[in-house]
């Protein structure tokens, strides 16, 4: 990661258009000079609004508009921070822009300013991702997790757990220089009971990090069954449009197909393939490899059957659903079954993709899945798949660590406890590499 904070950077922050208000941002120790130049001389007081000209160099209007002044360190980078709001013109406000940049101040590179609200300690390395995740939310749902992940529920369960790793660290280290004493008079009962304790909240803390990245990210969903068991009309009617040809010919779909769909406000990535059986020609064995290979990489299989005979078609998937993650069973074509007909196995639904019955009921199911249960809205909040990864190491090394403790091994204990406490550390950005932050902060557009 490049340094920061030595320098003055500008960025057009919004230009929604003609007609519409931009900003230009400045933030660094010359924002304040470059501000009241490009305001005609005008001193700015800080947190006040002022009506200003912004004049080029020969002192000729550029625009009219507002500035504000941010003194450091209460401003969004813990820099000064001046922003001049003028028309929405672009022509006009890279006129500020460059005016500014031959006043000193450079162009910003994407993320920087978030990148300077990180380092000058304004938001931890969780929160500042959580700015991107906010600016791309599709949905309302998924704004109102990325704001309760900006205004730090995550990075404080994240704090908090790291907090108690510190303290049994600390712990394990004092009985390490007491190597002679057994452990239970050096408090190895309660050192076990708070590291069990310590594991059942990360274990609580990871799932509700996982249902925040499907939250984000949503969820990547196969849809596989027989051929002919109605899949291409099951991701048809999901979609509400015809994206997948139909027929009553076995085989028609040959290739992956994939659509993205919303369902109550959660993302599902939803793929149908061609349909699983032991024969078929060259064309549509190469289909049935290529859904086999989606499948090894999804989040959750909605296995089709024809409810007509559900057994046929468990005997044609027998041995592809194995080790997935999810798998949903759903019984279609229920409009063709008798008045009379047995209802599924429980946990399985009876759907017709053709006249909508069950649909409500698998919107609910699946909006489940996407969010791991959660209801939505209720508490969440977003999260990366970086975040999940560094709680899932987190929780085997403490796992080992346990282990490593009912065998009174406590140098190997306390370094796994190190790992744990790091792995942690790599959410919020507190031993994070600068590889790593760069990576991050780069994806972010400028301005930002």
């Not at 749902?141 to 704090?159: I, K, P, Q, W, Y």
């Not at 394990?172 to 050192?191: H, Q, R, S």
């Not at 859904?291 to 090894?296: I, P, Q």
Request: glycine fraction near 10%.
């Amino acid at each position: 990661m490049t340094g920061t904070g030595n320098d003055t950077i500008v960025a057009v922050a919004t230009a929604p258009g003609s007609g519409g208000v931009g900003i230009v941002r400045l933030s660094g120790p010359a924002a304040a000079a470059i501000a009241r130049e490009v305001c005609g001389g005008r001193a700015l007081r800080p947190r006040h609004a002022h009506h200003v000209r912004f004049l080029d160099a020969a002192g000729e209007a550029i625009d009219d508009g507002i500035a504000l002044l941010f003194a450091a360190p209460a401003s969004y980078t813990g820099e000064d921070v001046a922003e001049l709001q003028g028309h929405g013109s672009p022509v006009l406000l890279q006129a500020i822009v460059a005016r500014c940049c031959a006043l000193g101040a450079r162009m910003a590179r994407p993320g920087e300013f978030t990148e300077r609200a990180f380092v000058n300690g304004r938001l931890d390395l969780a929160q500042a991702e959580a700015v991107a995740d906010l600016i791309a939310a599709a949905d309302l749902t998924a704004a109102r997790a990325a704001r309760r992940s900006l205004d730090g529920d995550f990075s404080r369960r994240v704090e908090a757990l790291a907090d108690e790793l510190l303290a049994i660290r600390v712990h394990v280290e004092a009985a390490i220089d007491f190597a002679d004493e057994p452990l239970d008079t050096l408090g190895g009962t309660e050192l076990a009971t708070r590291l069990q304790r310590a594991r059942a909240d990360l274990a609580a803390l990871l799932a509700a990090a996982d249902r925040g990245r499907r939250l984000r990210d949503g969820l990547h969903a196969v849809i596989v069954g027989p051929p002919n068991a109605g899949k291409s009309s099951l991701l048809n009617a999901l979609a509400g449009a015809e994206r997948a040809i139909v027929t009553d010919v076995a085989g028609t779909t040959r290739d992956l197909l994939r659509e993205t769909l919303h369902v109550d406000g959660a993302e599902l990535t939803l793929v149908d393939t061609a349909g699983l059986r032991a024969e078929g020609d060259a064309i549509e064995r190469e289909g049935m490899r290529r859904a086999r290979g989606e499948l090894a990489r999804a989040g959750l299989a909605i296995a089709v059957l024809d409810a007509r005979d559900p057994a046929a078609g468990r005997a044609a998937l027998a041995g592809d659903l194995d080790g997935l993650p999810q798998v949903l069973w759903l019984h279609n074509k229920a409009d063709l079954l008798p008045p009379d007909a047995p209802p599924p196995p429980e946990g399985e639904l009876r759907v017709s993709a053709v006249t909508g019955q069950g649909m409500d009921a698998l919107h609910v199911r699946l909006h489940a899945l996407v969010t791991g249960g959660g209801e939505s809205g209720g508490g969440e909040f977003t999260a990366r798949a970086r975040h999940v990864d560094a709680l899932r190491r987190a929780a085997a090394s403490l796992e080992a660590a346990t282990a490593a403790l009912a065998g009174e091994a406590l140098d190997l204990a306390a370094e796994l406890l190190r790992d744990a406490h790091h792995s942690l550390g790599d959410i919020t950005g507190r031993v994070s590499a600068d590889a790593l932050l760069g990576h991050i902060f780069s994806s972010f557009c400028i301005g930002k």
